[in-house]
């Protein structure tokens, strides 16, 4: 099936998709514990069984039961040299199963995380999907669902796999915990815009909640969709009642949300965890002679990075694109480059966002560098310590796809012209990866004299850009600003292209501005006087240095006269309790970002995750005349403290905490032979085991819980997963350990935890105290077993400080 079949197809009719599959193949005989991809291989007459009851039910697209199919999965089971194989024969199985459906082939995460935050190479990800996706392929899919996905860059890996195979169309859902983020801190929204830039066919969520929550999250998705939303949410939420995991929704009061989805905004319906053919059935009954919604965003363009979004349109707020990290004139910096370090790079980021920045312009054309690594690093730098989207600046083919292959969101490219290099070699890099665009009027013969020719330039190359699916929306003008000292005209001129683009043509239009003023004196007033007629004429953009203050406060100012600061929301609560003489000069925006002491470096590296650069930064905190034992009691742990607050408030997510852990134990590791030497080395607060109980092979969770417990100087015992519970109490009478913490993913396992409990009582251990967690486990299950419950890993420290006490 092409992409634009698909297209049609889900313009006509809401398509429904089948329900859970692994609960209908244990209804089916398959025990907890096996391979479920293997299984059916062994007994494919049980998927028939499911495919065709959904097929019967319903469902017009069914999943191949391929979820664990990658490498990384199979080599649990000694089969990761049979990828191919296995993804290809189940994808034939379906196809039987379910002959007049579509199959999809179903691909999942990989169980680990992308570097920084993991050891999973970004390229190697790319690598694990594309063997599953070519074993799909061979099995004739008509498309592919990348679902229960948690994070954006395992997400773009496998959307790149597969689309650096074929062009059959691509579903991704992503799964979306209480607070509207995944597990790694993305927000749906951003997700959305980077993923439909990147050239998916429907994006959604599954999992993880039952409809009530899935709802807003797509009502949320709904204004910025430019493609069909997906909802496949769970029966309701897991309860264990008699010995066994049951979901709350039946199928009657399910089927009951299939309206409610399409008028909230979704076109694609489905079940995940707790559905059954009955299910399916009650959905499709009740969506029967429904249209599925339209599509069209509401919102103009948007970049976004991993954790957020910004619009950028004519009607949104202005923004600046920080200028600042570009080595041209800075002589600083060309000097940092050169000898391959970043601190400059990061302390303007942190000063532009600070000042206003809504992006950053990222330039490291310099001679005597390798651009092309110091731009994928810088990139991959930025992308993970700062929450604002990127601008790729740079006029290689081959940089530009170094960036952009690993920036975690959709950037802005600056720029694509009409010279011949850039449309034959740039244009499809920056297409490829869904950047929107910088359209820059210059071409081979140079810059065109007359305001006519600039926009025949332009409308030149949004032509070809257009050949890859470009809109209007997805594009920005530069309005090209020269200096006034040497062409009296170029002011007007520039003015005259920004009132074209924004009057006449409809779409953005951005500039830099230090080039209109250059061999003048007082050249801030220029720079200002300029800014503010071409925001009167329609400039919603502007690359400039946002600490300048007169600069931001025409911008301020110029949003309210524009009516793009709704109800001056912006602008009064940046001066409404001034004395109307502004709220910074320069030179105190400078003064802001003085040297740090010593210990605040060591602060700031481990809230920056910073393991590589830690040790120095503790090295000098010594030198400067702290003890070790200072630096771990009044920096260290208070710095931890402050990392799993924000955790908590949700300022700080996964990769954050995973990152800062990291650190600590870089640090820590640094000390401990310092605090040996002092006498002074702290002793366990005590110990622990750890498993994923038996039947269960998921074990990131229970990973990061022991990596925070470790920062915490507990000592952890991991028995690993798929853990026995004799083996566990084995070890806890071997090692006269009496705490114990359990995890579970599946619904088919969490019951495994209460048979630990209940073996520990038959064989009178009566010391032992459990912990238990996971995504399927509550509050209500831990007590009935007789355990505490931990949500998350800060709140498993919680639990086991005050247990160890």
């Known amino acids: 099936m092409t992409g634009d079949a698909f297209k049609a197809l889900v313009a006509e009719q809401v398509l429904i998709l089948d329900g859970a599959t692994g609960t209908e193949l244990s209804k089916r005989g398959m025990p907890a514990g096996v391979c479920p991809e293997l299984w059916v291989l062994e007994h494919p007459e049980a998927i028939r069984g499911v495919q065709s009851d959904y097929a019967a039910a319903g469902s017009r697209c069914v999943y191949a039961p391929t979820f664990g199919g990658n490498r990384c999965k199979l080599a649990e089971f000694g089969r990761e040299k049979d990828v191919v194989a296995i993804n290809r024969d189940l994808a034939r199985l379906s196809r039987a199963a379910a002959p007049g459906c579509l199959i999809f ?254 992006l950053l312009d990222v330039n490291f054309g310099l001679s005597g560098i390798d651009e092309l690594a110091m731009m994928r690093e810088g990139v991959a730098m930025l992308a993970r310590d700062y929450a604002a989207p990127l601008c790729v600046d740079t006029t290689r083919a081959d940089v530009a796809e170094a960036a952009l292959r690993c920036y975690p969101g959709r950037a802005l490219f600056n720029s694509i012209s009409a010279e011949k290099d850039r449309l034959e070699k740039v244009l499809p890099v920056a297409a490829k990866y869904g950047a929107m665009l910088v359209l820059l009027p210059i071409t081979d013969e140079g810059i065109p004299a007359t305001l006519a020719e600039r926009i025949a330039v332009i409308k030149r190359i949004f032509a070809e850009a257009k050949k890859y699916g470009y809109s209007k929306d997805d594009v920005c003008v530069d309005g090209l600003v020269m200096t006034v000292s040497a062409s009296p005209d170029a002011a007007e001129l520039t003015l005259g292209l920004v009132e074209w683009c924004a009057r006449e043509w409809g779409v953005n239009c951005v500039c830099g501005l230090s080039n209109v003023s250059f061999g003048l004196p007082r050249r801030d007033l220029i720079n200002r006087a300029f800014l503010g007629m071409a925001i009167g004429r329609g400039l919603n953009m502007a690359i400039a240095n946002p600490m300048l203050v007169d600069i931001m406060e025409t911008v301020a100012a110029g949003d309210v006269l524009c009516g793009r600061d709704v109800r001056m929301q912006g602008f009064l609560g940046r001066y409404g309790n001034s004395d109307g003489g502004g709220v910074a000069t320069s030179a105190a925006a400078a003064g802001s970002a003085a040297a740090l002491t010593p210990e605040d470096a060591v602060r700031k590296a481990l809230l920056a995750g910073d393991v590589a650069g830690i040790a120095g930064a503790i090295s000098a905190c010594i030198q400067a005349g702290s003890s070790a034992d200072r630096i771990v009691n009044d920096i260290l742990i208070p710095g ?166």
């Open 105 to 358: 082939g179903d691909m999942a995460p990989t169980g680990q995380f992308i570097e920084p935050v993991g050891d999973l190479a970004f390229e190697d990800a790319v690598a694990i999907y594309r063997e599953q996706a070519e074993g799909l392929l061979a099995g004739g899919v008509d498309g592919f669902a990348i679902e229960t996905m948690m994070d954006i860059q395992e997400t773009r890996a496998a959307v790149l796999a597969v689309r650096e195979l074929c062009d059959l169309p691509i579903m991704v859902t992503m799964t979306f915990e209480k607070g509207q983020r995944t597990l790694t801190g993305n927000d749906p929204v951003s997700a959305l815009i980077t993923l439909q830039a990147l050239g998916v066919s429907a994006f959604g969520c599954n999992c993880s909640m039952g409809p009530e929550g899935m709802l807003d999250i797509i009502r949320l998705l709904k204004p910025y969709a430019r493609v069909p939303l997906i909802a496949k949410p769970n029966a309701g939420l897991p309860q264990w009642q008699d010995g066994r995991t049951v979901f709350s929704m039946g199928a009657a009061a399910f089927g009951v949300f299939g309206p409610e989805f399409v008028a909230a905004g979704a076109g694609i319906l489905g079940g995940c965890c707790g559905t059954t053919p009955e299910h399916i059935r009650s959905l499709a009954n009740g969506l029967a002679g429904l249209r599925p919604p339209q599509i069209g965003a509401a919102h103009g363009a948007c970049v976004s990075h991993a954790r957020g979004y910004r619009e950028v349109s004519r009607q949104a707020p202005f923004a600046v694109i920080g200028e600042r990290i570009n080595p041209t004139g800075k002589k600083a910096l060309q000097a940092e480059l050169r000898e391959g370090k970043f601190d400059l790079v990061s302390r303007y980021a942190d000063e532009q966002i600070a000042a206003g920045a809504a």
């Open 640 to 805: 931890i403290s402050d990392v799993g607050d924000r955790f908590e408030r949700k300022d700080f997510f996964l990769p954050q905490l995973i990152m800062s852990a990291d650190a600590m134990r870089a640090g820590m590791d640094f000390l401990t032979p310092l605090l040996q030497q002092d006498g002074v080395a702290a002793k366990p607060l005590g110990r622990m085991i750890l498993a994923t109980v038996k039947g269960d092979i998921h074990d990131i969770g229970k990973n990061i819980v022991a990596l925070m417990l470790r920062n915490y100087n507990i000592d952890v015992l991991d028995l690993g997963k798929d853990v026995p519970a004799e083996l566990i109490l084995d070890t806890a009478a071997r090692e006269d350990i009496t705490l114990i913490g359990l995890s579970a993913l599946m619904t088919t396992t969490m019951g495994e935890m209460k048979q630990v409990v209940e073996l520990a009582a038959k064989r009178g251990m009566d010391k032992l105290r459990f912990v238990v967690g996971g995504a399927v486990v509550d509050e209500n299950f831990a007590q009935s077993i007789g355990a505490h419950y931990a949500s998350d890993a800060l709140a498993t420290v919680k639990i086991v400080k005050k247990l160890l006490q």
